[in-house]
């Protein structure tokens, strides 16, 4: 009986013990907003006793008399500065409230004093959060002062057609990478001290080794080609032509185009109207004879062993270049290309002097080279003759209205040789010229001239009477013979050399 008494008791008492915490903790949960434990603190700022909309303001206010103060940078002997809020760190207040408050609010009443206590032990410390990209743009802005570009190596052509190297300069640039880890490690609220800044050096993309090893030191090749400067339009095109070409320079593996250079072909530049071929006939048209220096600088440029990227022969042939050897140019539509496939810089000049215009190339010569063009006439295409009626030219007159010019198929080689061996031929391609008609006009044929009439026979003589023979006479010598008539030559038409007229 007494036992079934103590067990009773018991119960009783285990009962209320539970009732009581449950009682307790009840009341605890019900109320939604406590105030944090005594000795909470965050980041060094202490929020215990407040509520958690309390520690958010002091908080908040804290940061925003932090995040004004400058960071300074000390670079060298000088001091750079910088609000701490222009690189924009992120502080995520709420989330660290409620870190703060779910530590100093424990799940039970013991339970609540204990870790009430490790608060109080740990205060709660907050990190910065970055934004790397916009951090290392802001710091690559507000410290480009201290910065130094690098200078690449550069070089002038002196009156020598020679290269004068101007040496490289090194560059200074701030390392923020090693910035950036300094700032990252910056902790919230925590006094700033100043950041050193350290340079690393930048080099240049191109050096003075480098332009040495491309330098420029000779004339390479030449060509040059003629024109009669009495012809004052013409002469005017293939000055302005030359004269534009003259200091181009082709860097290694660049290319060279004539019309990128030239440019368009205007009144306002100065061109004017000469002959030019359209459709495979002269015709006065602007810029004509500027294909002769295109076609000069096509033959320099093979000598120079350049690669040949674009060239296109005219459609009549021309005299100023051996056939196959002519390059003709139209801007916006056919082109002249010449690419420099060497490791060296190389330098064009064109001269003028009289009726004559040079191109020079000028470069790195290979020792014991040269390079020889040669030409073949595969066919002649002979040039036919028109006939053309006038009725409005006097009778009989006949005029050669155009001369006429013979087509051909050409063909051409570069070789190359090296201490008079031949290494390489190169074919240069063939190229096709068509004929140019002779064309003559004549006016009315001449009237008949009439028959004249028969002259009457002369009566026969009478016979003679016979007489006495004479004594015969000591001969003498016979005269020289009237000279006979030389035979006439057949006449012969001989075929117009290449026209000579300029191109377009």
Same mark, same amino acid.
């Given at each position: 009986m007494n036992t079934k008494k103590y067990v009773i008791l018991a119960l009783l008492f285990v009962g209320l013990s539970l009732a009581t915490t449950l009682g307790i903790n009840y009341l605890y949960y019900a109320q939604k907003d406590r105030p944090f434990t005594e000795g909470t603190s965050i980041a060094g700022v202490d929020i215990g006793k407040l509520t958690q909309e309390q520690a958010h303001e002091k908080i908040t206010a804290e940061l925003e008399t932090w995040l004004a103060q400058p960071l300074k940078f000390q670079i060298d002997e000088k001091t750079a500065e910088l609000p701490l809020k222009d690189l924009d760190p992120r502080v995520e207040v709420d989330a660290l409230i409620a870190e703060a408050y779910a530590?100093?609010? =424990?799940?039970?009443?013991?339970?609540?004093?204990?870790?009430?206590n490790a608060t109080h032990d740990a205060p709660l410390d907050l990190g910065l959060h970055w934004d790397e990209q916009k951090l290392a743009d802001t710091l690559k802005n507000s410290l480009a002062s201290f910065e130094k570009a690098p200078v690449d190596a550069s070089f002038t052509v002196n009156d020598r057609n020679q290269m004068d190297i101007q040496a490289e300069q090194m560059g200074q640039t701030v390392d923020t990478v090693a910035l950036l880890t300094q700032i990252k490690e910056i902790q919230m609220l925590q006094e700033l001290t100043p950041l050193k800044v350290d340079r690393v050096e930048v080099k240049p993309t191109v050096t003075a080794a480098e332009l040495e090893a491309k330098k420029i030191d000779g004339l390479i090749a030449s060509y040059t080609t003629w024109f009669d400067p009495g012809n004052i339009e013409r002469s005017a095109n293939v000055r302005l032509a030359a004269e534009s070409l003259d200091g181009a320079l082709i860097e290694p593996g660049g290319i060279i185009s004539f019309n990128k250079i030239v440019g368009e072909r205007t009144g306002d530049k100065g061109y004017q109207d000469a002959l030019i071929i359209v459709n495979g006939e002269f015709v006065p048209g602007l810029g004509g004879g500027i294909c002769q220096v295109s076609s000069t600088l096509y033959n320099a440029g093979v000598l120079a062993n350049l690669k040949i990227e674009e060239r296109t022969n005219h459609g009549l042939a021309v005299a100023y270049v051996p056939l196959g050897r002519d390059a003709t140019v139209v801007y916006g539509a056919i082109d002249l290309k010449l690419k420099n496939d060497t490791d060296r810089y190389m330098l064009l000049r064109s001269k003028l002097s009289g009726g004559s215009v040079t191109i020079e190339f000028y470069g790195k010569a290979t020792p014991g080279q040269e390079i020889i063009i040669t030409n073949q006439v595969e066919q002649v295409i002979p040039f036919e003759t028109q006939i053309t009626q006038d009725n409005s030219l006097a009778p009989g007159t006949e005029i050669v209205k155009q001369n006429g010019q013979n087509g051909y198929v050409a063909s051409a080689s570069r070789i190359i040789k090296i201490n008079g061996e031949v290494v390489e031929t190169q074919a240069l391609g063939r190229s096709t010229y068509i004929s140019l008609a002779k064309i003559i006009v004549k006016g009315p044929a001449l009237p008949a001239k009439p028959k004249p009439e028969p002259k009457p026979e002369p009566p026969a003589p009478e016979p003679e009477t016979p007489t006495e023979p004479e004594e015969p006479q000591t001969p003498t010598e016979p005269e020289s013979p009237a000279d006979e008539p030389?035979? =006439?030559n057949p006449g012969t038409e001989?075929?117009?050399? =290449?026209?000579?007229n300029p191109e377009a």
């Open positions: 530590q100093s609010q =424990p799940g039970s009443l013991f339970a609540r004093i204990q870790k009430a030389g035979e =006439p001989s075929e117009t050399e =290449p026209d000579t």
